[in-house]
């Protein structure tokens, strides 16, 4: 982002609101991390006591919950505006995270983990959502793309606070719940911040408001009064051209063009996911153990993995702005072909090697900078551009719903994949997945770069009608 985008007044107000509405993703970030490091402590006898069938559920049970809480959530957004829901994902966000910390069997804290999946996946479709509503042209890919930023930086404090109370208070058998409770913070920064933020003002049209209502905010997001006036009007024109249909009902998913632009996001949406990335975010630690590390030094290397993902996507933060959708995304999918298939190489060649975990880590490593580089920014940039106006929220509530179900099937299977065919073929199976990806970008997936919001709508509705 350029400095005299960043200095004008409106700008700044943008990046303000902006921010203030990623603290659910640093919740987001937070919670998916921080399991990492909770989990070795939580299955003790004298805790928890996880078997591995009930550590598998733990981990995917936040994953199972954030796919149903994706589709509630988009759809709420669309019912009640963008702002009160996240005011009420705060409180959510705030009650599971204490549920979690505070639970005394694994019944328990699975069934906060999906609750807590119902906050996680409800802010995956709300804040790309608003981002991209509030944003300007110019600024859009890159304010989703600091939604990103949020949720990796979420994921490597968690790491970093998981390491430090681990090493600090590791012969406290309840430090596990010191871990889970800090999660709390983010959900009191965002309920504080919703409260003093505008709404979107493209919702604020396409529910009737008054046309005042959405000016005043375009007026505080834009740098003259011609400009605000300017996108209300082009978000009218929009509206005007859908007039006859109104009322939205799950028949308008029906309609050839819509059909295909949500088969489309859902493709993506799942692409993003069997890149195996979250494997390394929530089984980051087991990874390296697996490969020879011990639990301490694995915490540890895990902080690298976080790092990495924040650099990662501070390069896409620019990236998303020079590159079309399609190059990134290509670019992206060849390193971590590369990467996953270099683990399987080498965890075969080098078993037993005390080198092992160093090549594994480095390739953990190599893999999510091209996960965060290119992959993942420009995934939310594309769900949040390519849905019409009226149903964006649900449309994009029901593309995250996949994201988060295969997710969750994932991470569920994945330890089975570990103990039934052992690191090497498991992330062969994740490279196999890689190149049926790289053929969906090529001739699936239309670009989108350089379009408004209202252009792309008006694109997909010519070429898929």
Known sequence: MSSEQINTKASRTVMIMAITATFASLAFGYDTGVINGALPYMAEPDQLNLTPALEGLVVSAICIGAAFGSALGGRISDI???KPALTYLSILFFISTLGCALSINATMIIIFRFTLGLAVGSASTIVPAYLAEIATGNLRGSLVVLMELVIVSGQLLAYIVNAIIAITLG???????????????????LFFGMLINKESPRWLVAKGKTSEEALDVLRLTHESEAKAIAELNDIQDLLAEQSIQQNLSFKDFTEPWMKKVLLIGIGVAILQQTTGVNTIMFYGSQILTKSGFSTDAALIGNIGNGIISVIGTLFGFTLVRRLTRRKMLTIGLIGILFANTCIGTISNIMAGSPNLPYFVLS????????????????TWVYMSEIFPLRMRGTALGIAVFFLWGSNFCIQLLFPILMNTFGLSNTFYIFSSIGILSLLFTKFIMPETKGLSIEDIERKFRHDYK
Request: proline residues 8%; glycine residues 2%.
């Open 363 to 378: 390739l953990t490593i190599t893999f999510l900078f091209f996960q965060q580089t290119f992959v993942s920014p420009v």
């Open 171 to 189: 012969h406290d058998p309840h430090v596990w719940r010191y871990i889970l409770a800090i999660a709390a913070i983010p959900a009191i920064l």
């Open 80 to 82: 009640l505006g963008r």
